[in-house]
């Protein structure tokens, strides 16, 4: 069964680093891109960009580039969303998923909620 | 980046209703377009991929249709675990954008 474990909410206050984490099993995981999806409170949908954990090849949305930074460890396979400098509206639920060939998301994770306040 | 547009942004409708939700892309994106549901506190589940084929185990009650720039998502007939927010996502090209979703309540 294709899982996508992500770890836990995060209250951090702004100016702290953060790194979450979202472990593939029952599949490839160096063979599938993960990408990481952004929902701030009572919003929609954002791609922030995706990782081949095959060769770490990354890509990042314009609007997200320098604000995060996607990595992937294949030998634990999971991929990380990382952040060196929190503000307060990066408060958000984050979700990785994994891209199907046919390039939608067929695996989601459960979500991190990521709480920045002061 | 392609830009997505669904309209409306919210829908009420009844059970047993016909409910069609549409997007518009800002360029022309093929048939290269995904449909999600995402039910209140949890992850998006895809419906739809490649415009109009069904993901496995989604009720055949929901169908795609559309190419280039117009897209719809129909429900031929609402059931009560329909609600939520429907979410239309471009996989042309990097970023893969989504729209801003349409909110599907039952009356």
């Known amino acids: 069964e294709v899982q996508l474990v992500q770890s836990g909410a995060e209250l951090k206050k702004p100016g702290e680093s953060l790194k979450i984490s979202c472990k593939g099993s029952g599949y490839s995981f160096t063979n599938y891109w993960i990408a990481w999806v952004r929902q701030m409170p009572g919003k929609g949908l954002e791609w922030l960009g995706i990782i081949y954990p095959g060769d770490s090849d990354t890509r990042y949305s314009p609007s997200f580039q320098g604000q995060v930074t996607i990595s992937a460890d294949k030998s634990v396979s999971t991929a990380y969303l990382q952040w060196s400098s929190l503000k307060a509206s990066d408060t958000a639920m984050y979700y990785c998923?994994?891209?199907?060939?046919?390039?939608?998301?067929?695996?989601w994770g459960q979500g991190t909620l990521v709480t920045v306040s002061s | 980046d392609i830009q997505l547009t669904q309209s409306p942004s919210f829908l009420s409708a009844s059970v047993g209703d016909r409910v069609t939700l549409t997007c518009r892309a800002s360029q022309g994106i093929g048939s290269s377009l995904a449909w999600y549901q995402q039910e209140p506190g949890k992850a998006p589940k895809v419906l739809i991929y490649a415009a109009s084929t069904l993901q496995s185990g989604v009720p055949s009650r929901f169908s795609g249709s559309g190419s280039g720039t117009e897209f719809t998502l129909t429900i031929s007939s609402l059931q009560p675990e329909d609600f939520g927010t429907y979410y239309c996502?471009?996989?042309?090209?990097?970023?893969?954008?989504f729209g801003g979703g349409t909110k599907v309540e039952i009356k």
């Open positions: 998923a994994r891209r199907d060939t046919n390039w939608y998301s067929d695996y």
């Open positions: 996502q471009q996989l042309k090209s990097y970023p893969l954008t």
